[in-house]
């Protein structure tokens, strides 16, 4: 009989035992991988909350901070862009396309972005998907607005719904523009992008609201309402940013520089991946923190796993003195102990493995839709095959403690043991 053999009968005799222990590892590898298909995902989720775009342009600043305000909403622009300066990008032969952004109000704590619909035409994200209407449609009247999924789900909105917009930004904001109400004419997808959580109007819907802000005198002593504000021409003078599409790759960087030389006034031009990565490695702590703990969890199985071998060694040190008496070598002991380790490892391993394959298969659609990040369903990458072998290999090494404690004892008890 192979020492093998010999293993699988011993654990079949602690069936129990054996099961809680593969159990366990299963439970670890899963936590483990899960964690590696979801650092994976959240980065390429992340670098990819804005693609298709070429380039973002707006007033002299660092590539993170045009990013964070232009893309991520966060934060405000140190000044606005002359659309002279835009209409100049525009212009050019190796442009294909210019989608103006307007910033700086906000709608019970959500941000307020003023654009054109050809944002919807050209704004990507993910492998390059679509914004799509789960009801209504774009801009068609001064005050329509398009609200993201979160702002329609958490606020109750539904399409012809009055809202008001506030001044300024923050979950409070600042005095209303209550004579320009908007009426909600669409509400877009899930994107799990920042998309979700912006208010979008026209840009002419952002100059009219703002239209004789602080000079009430302009219409002697009142504000115009919305049909005064339809017949009069309301293009903005400036926008907070641009998101720049050229025609070939080549350009990218003409337009760039173009954009970082441009006489006008200071202005920037970054690319949108390699300011997310520029991004994505100030949080990188968290990531490598995340990958910490989930190792931790599967050092811990192991050790239990250890614990488990150890803690039976006395019940089964007659089993042991059978074994050498029928003229099995010492070493058949030690490699008996860790040839346990390694198939409960291995099958805590192909378990766990499996487990994760059929929690991505669960899950996966509904963490696409309602987060916007895609766990790839896919063959372990070399990098997991590696963190699996190196999961068993551990496994066999923490094997060997046991393994000595028993390779000692069959040398001293023989068949004295009694039971």
Do not use: C
């Amino acid at each position: 009989m192979t020492t093998l053999s010999l293993a699988l009968l011993s654990l079949g005799n602690r069936r129990l035992t054996a099961m809680l222990s593969i159990f366990a590892i299963a439970l670890s590898v899963t936590l483990f991988l899960g964690v590696e298909r979801m650092r994976i995902g959240a980065k390429e989720s992340f670098t990819n909350t804005i693609s298709g775009t070429d380039l973002i342009v707006g007033a002299r600043a660092g590539n993170v901070q045009l990013l964070l305000y232009s893309v991520f909403r966060i934060g405000n622009a140190t000044s606005n862009v002359s659309m002279q300066s835009i209409e100049a990008i525009a212009a050019r032969d190796d442009v294909a396309w210019v989608v103006p952004i307007s910033l700086g109000d906000s709608h019970r704590g959500y941000r307020v972005m003023g654009t054109s619909n050809d944002y919807f035409e050209h704004y990507r994200y993910g492998k390059k998907l679509p914004l799509q209407f789960a009801d209504g449609h774009r801009f068609d009247d001064l005050f329509d607005v398009v609200v993201g999924a979160e702002v329609a789900q958490k606020l109750g909105y539904r399409i012809g719904t009055e809202i008001i917009i506030s001044h300024g930004i923050g979950a409070i904001g600042g005095e209303k523009h209550e004579n320009t109400p908007f009426r909600i004419s669409g509400i877009l997808k899930p994107t799990g992008t920042p998309v979700d959580r912006t208010v979008h109007i026209s840009l002419g819907g952002f100059e009219a609201m703002h239209f004789g802000w602080g000079d009430s005198s302009l219409f002697s002593g009142f504000q115009p309402d919305g049909d005064q504000l339809r017949e009069l021409d309301l293009q903005p003078s400036s926008v907070t940013a641009a998101l720049v599409g050229t025609k070939t790759r080549f350009a990218i960087f003409q337009v760039q520089r173009f954009v970082n030389e441009f006489p006008g006034e200071p202005l920037t031009a970054v690319l949108p991946g390699v300011a997310l990565q520029e991004l994505w490695s100030i949080l990188g702590v968290a990531e490598t923190a995340l990958t910490a703990v989930s190792a931790m969890v599967v050092v811990t199985a192991i050790l239990g796993m250890m614990t488990m071998i150890l803690s039976t060694l006395n019940e089964r040190r007659r089993e042991i003195a059978i074994l050498r008496s029928i003229g099995a070598h010492t070493g058949t002991v030690f490699s008996l102990l860790v040839l346990e380790a390694g198939i409960l490892a291995a099958g805590g391993i192909v378990l766990g493995t499996g487990l994760l394959y059929g929690a991505l298969f669960a899950v996966n659609p509904w963490i696409e839709q309602n987060y916007g990040l895609y766990l790839a369903i896919e063959a372990p990458s070399l990098y997991e095959v590696k963190l699996l072998i190196s999961i068993l290999l551990i496994a066999l090494l923490v094997g060997t403690l046991p393994g000595l404690r028993a390779y000692r004892q069959s040398l001293v008890d023989g068949m004295s043991v009694r039971g």
